[in-house]
């Protein structure tokens, strides 16, 4: 084997020469002549015999050179470089070709690396496909959560799962130390860490002992916590840090790519320490988020069948208006993660499927094209004596040259668009800003693209090359213009699916751009402030803060309204709470259901003013009662007309939370009725709503507030003045100014970020699939162009001709366009969810991406049917 | 003169194999040897000669050398090589079970 494979080197390195085999060839005729001579012929015939027996020496020559190891690189280097020169004399073939697979392969690669991220990347669990997230599920939460009160129950009798375990969220926290530093703290139980098959890099896991209440401080540190803080110290383990005020011990460092199930940032992590005993008997306890690793064996199905007598004794616990919207909930972890990019990440990979189908279809049809255009030197190269395993591999290199550059092209392309995605992508997309390009989908799109050259070169190659085709007669061959046209109709179909696509997102987002908001967001400037546990430990402290700011901004130059708030319309946090829990005074409540949910927030009087939203009932909140006894409540139109149907809200009383007892549920008086704003984002429902008067009293305040300033300065003076104001109260507290315009657009980015991706690929669609087209028409041109001759001949007028074209055209538009919006009609039900007030079958849309479709496909036919009004019959009659 | 027999696919490879066993030999003494050996029935096509010499060549079966023909000119002689031979006694024991499989067919018919 290994003598083998060094003498093929050697011969390969070395190279035999063709001199040899000519000497060896002249050595045996002359030893065969003389043989013949001295069996006594003439030296004539002799020489004549001998080279009779001996056969084609050419021919010998040949094989010999065959027989050679390195004989196939160097055909396969000439072939390259005979490919190379036919693409350089038909440039325009060449680029359409390496674009179209640039655009497939591309797009294709960036998309799937995207969107593997989201929907198939390994979580950073040990044996992460058991993990699962546990939980009750609530109209006001629809994202399973539990409560401390039964989650104990839970953990101590469950049984479908190795461990249950549970964390309560992240907060903000403050390291008080030199160089102080606002971090993020995550709060989780004892068995946390071990139930998602998690260690510390160094360090421990603080223990059961650590997690109760009032007991050791102690704390793990994300990797880069460790890195930025303490430059990977090993010594770290042991040392104090002061959180919140409190000197911790660090006992250990998360694993560099941890992550939260919930996927909260979080830099340190802290033991939840709730005292077991209180919980299991509070109502309704602690709000935590459970995650359990399932036993082997144990199907999500069973689990969530021997979780069912917990549930129940969960029911039995909640409320009763709760008990028929509460349901139980378990799911991988995976698919909590990805709740809700998941419709958007298929719907993406749907797409680019879509737009390497049609790039595909694309260059198939481009190189059966030139297959048949190539007939004539096909017939002359065979003629001339090249077999046809040679013809075969000579097409065969050409079409995986045209790849491996489309390839190529594509892998930057690839790059490009990824980049472009990270930029452009919003908020709360995970894992966007980690994708990288995906090679396994490189290898898969090139893979595909190879395969379909393969499949065509091979096609084109293996045809008989009849000696008809050397007559140079054109024929049409039916087989594949037919395939070709079945391919140009699929294509148009897939980009009318595109299109559709593209003009829903495009109305929708339309609809919400221009969607009145119930406030006016133009000129004001809003700044979130979040006060330091410690500097600010108590609700007086937080009001005094508050207050100053306001009496230092208020009178300031340029501002024409001034109000808190602890949460801004239209979408993100606020306040809410079930309907059922609201009751008029003197009145039942809801007996049966929540009723759904309300939204509600603290503001100042001003806040009406500010944002532009009419009080149509009562006079509102006013400057006299920020110092009442009294408390005041403002409510929205929708949350008046359900609870005071036909009458007058404005003066009657309300208890705000239904259930608790009577000196916690104290009495609030209408003050007025506001009309609705938008409140669950911009594509979101409208909640009823209704707002509370945040007094002059420590009880009303707490660290959060949001400032909402109406200016009349360009912001920019505004944001400066706050930043100096805030600064010269504290210069500690961070402030987030923005303004309000910006909030509301950046809600936007999400339904934008989506328009512009299927708008980007029904774009990329529609450009190959008029390329496909104009490649089949001008094909049918060229080959007709004989016919064509022949009916200018005999008397055809130049519209004639055009109609000819045109009409060939139709055939594939109409049914390609009317394949296209059935499937869209079909598919476009997915992305119902994704509209905003725009049905799936909108008819608008439909309309104009099918009038559009129409339209660009018949200018592609233009040119190459005007063309072929140019034809001049003698010389088409004369061509053959 | 009987007509010459078509050579068996595979066994060409043998017969240069065997004939080169005996002394190195040039492409045209190959082709006589092996015609004289079998009483004119075997006759070699040059056709298929060299390229069949340098298959095996390529493969180290067998090795080339220019030296000085009987007749004073220079010619390429081929040698068996070590693995050559090898090759040849394999090959002689496939070609044996062969024949004797079909000889014994032939018997029972």
């Given amino acids: 084997m290994l003598n083998e494979f060094l003498a093929h080197l050697r011969f390969f390195i070395a190279g035999g020469s063709h001199g040899e085999v000519d000497e060896e060839v002249r050595f045996h005729l002359d030893q065969q002549i003389e043989a013949n001579i001295r069996a006594g ?128 969220g992240v907060s903000p926290c403050d390291l008080t130390e030199n160089n102080p530093a606002r971090l993020d703290c995550a709060r989780a139980e004892a068995n946390f860490l071990p139930t998602l098959g998690l260690a510390p890099v160094i360090g421990r896991n603080f223990t059961a002992n650590e997690d109760r209440p009032n007991g050791p401080r102690v704390a793990l540190i994300s990797y880069s916590l460790w890195l930025s803080r303490f430059r990977l110290d090993p010594g770290v383990v042991g040392k104090l840090m002061r959180i919140d005020g409190h000197a911790t011990e660090i006992v250990g460092v998360l694993p560099k790519d941890f992550e939260m ?133 000579q097409a065969l290199t050409e079409s995986l040259t045209l790849s491996v550059a489309g390839g190529v092209a594509g892998c930057f392309f690839a790059m490009l668009l990824l980049r472009m995605f990270i930029v452009m992508a919003p908020d709360g997309m995970p894992f966007l800003a980690k994708a990288r390009i995906d090679l396994r989908i490189l290898v898969f799109a090139l893979a595909a693209s190879l395969l379909c050259s393969v499949f065509f070169g091979l096609m084109s190659g293996m045809r008989k090359t009849g000696v008809e085709a050397l007559t140079g ?206 409140n669950g984002g911009l594509a979101g429902g409208e909640e009823p709503e209704y707002y509370r008067l945040r007094r002059q009293r420590a009880q009303d305040w707490d660290r959060s507030s949001v400032l909402i300033l109406k200016t009349t300065l360009p912001p920019a003076a505004t944001e400066a003045r706050i930043r100096s104001q805030v600064a010269w109260l504290d210069p500690t507290v961070p402030v987030d100014i923005r303004t309000l315009s910006e909030r509301v657009g950046k809600m936007g980015d999400r339904p934008r970020f989506e328009m512009l991706l299927v708008g980007f690929f029904a774009f990329t669609g529609l450009l190959l699939a008029v390329i496909g087209l104009y490649g089949v028409i001008s094909f049918f041109v060229v080959q007709r162009t004989q016919e064509i001759g022949i009916r200018m001949a005999v008397g055809a007028s130049r519209a004639d001709i055009l109609g000819l074209v045109l009409t060939n055209a139709l055939r594939l538009i109409v049914p390609g366009v009317f394949l296209g919006l059935v499937l869209a009609l079909a598919l476009s039900r997915v992305l119902s969810s994704l509209l905003f007030n725009v049905g799936p079958h909108d008819p608008l849309a439909f309309a104009s991406v099918t009038g559009l479709l129409i339209l660009v496909a018949l200018l592609a036919t233009l040119i190459p049917g005007s063309s072929a009004t140019r034809v001049n019959p003698t010389v088409a009659l004369r061509c053959d | 003169m009987p007509q010459p027999t078509d050579l068996l696919q595979g066994t060409l490879d043998l017969l240069i194999l065997r004939t080169l066993a005996l002394e190195p030999m040039h492409g045209w003494g190959i082709a006589q040897r092996i015609q004289q050996a079998s009483q004119n029935v075997l006759q070699i096509g040059q056709g298929s000669l060299y390229p069949a010499l340098h298959r095996l060549e390529y493969k ?33 024991e496939t070609w044996d079970r062969l024949a004797g499989a079909v000889g014994l067919v032939l018997e029972q018919g």
């Fill in chain 1, 261 to 393: 199930p919930r996927l909260q940032a979080a830099d340190v992590l802290l033991p939840q320490a709730l005292d077991a005993a209180a919980e299991r008997h509070a109502d309704p306890g602690h709000p935590m988020w459970a995650f359990a690793r399932l036993k082997p064996g144990v199907s999500i199905e069973q689990a969530k069948a021997e979780l069912e007598p917990l549930f129940e004794y969960s029911l039995r616990l909640a409320p009763a208006p709760f008990r028929k919207e509460v349901h139980l909930q378990v799911r991988t972890l995976r698919d909590r993660q990805v709740h809700d990019v998941r419709l958007a990440a298929w719907v993406l990979l749907g797409l680019v499927t879509a737009v390497l189908l049609i790039a595909c279809a694309n260059v198939t049809s481009l190189l059966i094209a030139r297959g048949a255009s190539r007939e004539r030197e096909l017939a002359v190269r065979s003629a001339l004596g090249a077999n046809r395993m040679r013809l075969v591999r």
């Fill in chain 1, 41 to 168: 012929m003439s030296a004539e015939e002799a020489r004549r015999q001998a080279a009779i027996a001996f056969g084609g020496v050419e021919r010998t020559r040949e094989q010999c050179r065959e027989e050679r190891p390195g004989y196939w690189f160097e055909t396969l280097a000439q072939d390259v470089r005979y490919a190379v020169r036919g693409f350089r004399r038909t440039p325009a073939f060449s680029l359409t070709v390496v674009l179209t697979l640039m655009l497939g392969i591309g797009s294709t690669t960036a998309v799937f690396s995207v969107v593997d991220r989201i929907l198939f990347r390994s979580l950073p669990y040990g044996d992460s496909n058991r993990l699962v997230s546990v939980g009750l599920v609530a109209p006001i939460e629809p994202q399973e959560f539990m409560l401390g009160g039964s989650y104990y129950e839970w953990q101590d009798n469950q049984k479908p799962f190795v461990a249950l375990t549970s964390e309560i």
């Fill in chain 1, 473 to 678: 007669r054109t024929r049409t061959t039916t087989r594949h213009a037919l395939l070709r046209r079945w391919l140009v109709i699929a294509q148009i179909s897939g980009t009318m699916v595109l299109l559709a696509g593209g003009a829903l997102l495009a109305r929708s987002f339309w609809n919400l751009e221009k969607q009145g908001l119930g406030m006016n967001a133009e000129n004001i400037v809003t700044a979130s402030i979040s006060l330091g546990q410690t500097s600010y430990p108590t609700p007086e402290s937080q009001m005094a803060f508050f207050q100053q700011l306001e009496r230092n901004l208020r009178y300031g130059p340029g501002i024409a309204a001034f109000a808190i708030s602890d949460s801004l319309p239209p979408g993100g946090y606020h306040h809410d709470q079930i309907y059922a829990s609201l009751r008029v005074e003197g009145r039942p409540s809801l007996a049966s259901g929540t009723g759904g949910t309300v939204a509600w927030r603290w503001v100042t009087p001003e806040y009406f003013r500010a944002l532009q939203i009419p009080i149509m009932q009562g006079p509102g909140f006013t400057d006299e009662d920020l110092t009442s006894n009294d408390r005041f409540v403002v409510l929205s139109k929708s949350l008046a007309s359900r609870m005071f149907p036909g009458r007058n809200p404005v003066g009657q009383h309300l208890h705000l939370a239904g259930g608790a007892p009577a000196e916690n549920d104290p009495s609030y008086t209408v003050a007025g009725v506001a009309a609705d704003v938008k």
């Fill in chain 2, 60 to 92: 180290g079966w067998i090795e080339a050398d220019w030296k000085a023909s009987e007749n004073n000119r220079k010619a390429k002689y081929y040698a068996l090589t070590r693995t050559g031979k090898k090759q040849l006694a394999a090959e002689i």
